[in-house]
């Protein structure tokens, strides 16, 4: 039998400190919430214990982070689609940030199975002085243990309402797409890292994040097959590809600390559960 499973996370600033309250339907939760870098940034962890989902399940998840709080959300774990039947697999996601917020949104990576059949959704609105910085990382098969990708299909929808909307669709049959030098030339790995804003970000910032990012991009193993560009006034946006998840994810803590010093001069503060 499908499973729907819901969570909806309020962050608010409470006399300094930011505070999750969260309520949820089904196998979907938050974890303790911790503060390695004081009361105004709150960290949690997000945990799915069935730790994947087959065809027909639908995960939900709905976060609001009010004014002038301040959190930061990953998982323990790589999200799993694993094979269908024929129904359709879904994550659903919705950040909502208001002015003031600073939202961080930095689950580890979805790993499609071969024969799944999934969806990926992330909406994400922002009011004028709210700030996101996130990442979205899919992974095709698991190479290295001999499980390639070579059935079913992957959706992916992104988007900031009125502001910025990327979809797309990989079907394992598609050798064009994955194999061709104008395609994915056979990497399993797909990537992004994102800034967004609730109001056009200023030239100026803007080019140093870009120049920023490019150097870092410069120096790294996957100089070749990563970029940064900024598609929209409101948004920067670094996309990668990678054979296996390991070097795009290392790229992407190192765009994610540069981007955190750069942007908002905060230092290097890795969530616990990654080291563990």
């Known amino acids: 039998m499908p499973w ?4 909806q996370l309020d962050y608010t600033l409470e006399a300094g400190r930011t505070v999750a309250r969260h309520s949820h339907s089904g196998p979907l939760r938050i974890l ?8 105004s940034i709150c960290h949690n962890v997000l945990v799915h214990p069935p730790g994947g989902l087959v065809g027909g399940d639908t995960l939900e998840i709905n976060v609001h982070a009010q004014a002038g709080s ?13 094979r269908s039947d024929g129904l359709t697999a879904l994550q659903k996601t919705h950040l909502r940030v208001e002015a003031d917020a600073r939202l961080e949104w930095l689950p580890l990576e979805a790993i499609c ?7 990926n959704r992330l909406t994400m609105e922002l009011a004028p ?4 910085m996130g990442w979205d990382i899919t992974a ?3 190479p290295l243990a001999n499980l390639p990708f070579v059935a079913g299909h992957f959706r992916q929808h992104i988007e900031v309402p009125g502001v910025w909307l990327e979809r797309g669709a990989i079907e394992a049959s598609d050798s064009r797409l994955l194999d061709s030098p104008a395609g994915m030339a056979g990497h399993k790995c797909v990537a992004s890292f994102f800034f967004i804003t609730g109001q056009p970000i200023p030239r100026e910032r803007r080019e140093r994040a ?11 193993a996957l100089a070749g097959t990563a970029g940064a560009t900024s598609p929209h006034p409101q948004v920067l946006v670094v996309r990668v590809l990678a054979p296996v998840v390991e070097p795009a994810m290392a790229l992407l803590r190192t765009l994610r600390n540069t981007w955190r010093q750069e942007l908002w001069a905060k230092s290097a503060s890795s969530p616990r559960i990654w080291s563990m």
Do not use: K, M, N, W
Request: net charge negative; aromatic share 8%.
């Open 70 to 82: 301040h959190a930061l959300i990953t998982t323990p774990g790589a999200s799993r689609f694993y």
């Open 113 to 119: 199975y071969s024969a799944c059949l999934a969806e």
């Open 32 to 39: 303790q919430s911790l503060y390695p870098e004081g009361d």
């Open 129 to 132: 002085g709210a700030e996101l």
């Open 210 to 220: 870009l120049d920023s990012a490019r150097a870092v991009i410069a120096q790294h």
């Open 140 to 142: 095709l098969g698991l």
């Open 4 to 7: 729907h499973a819901q969570l």
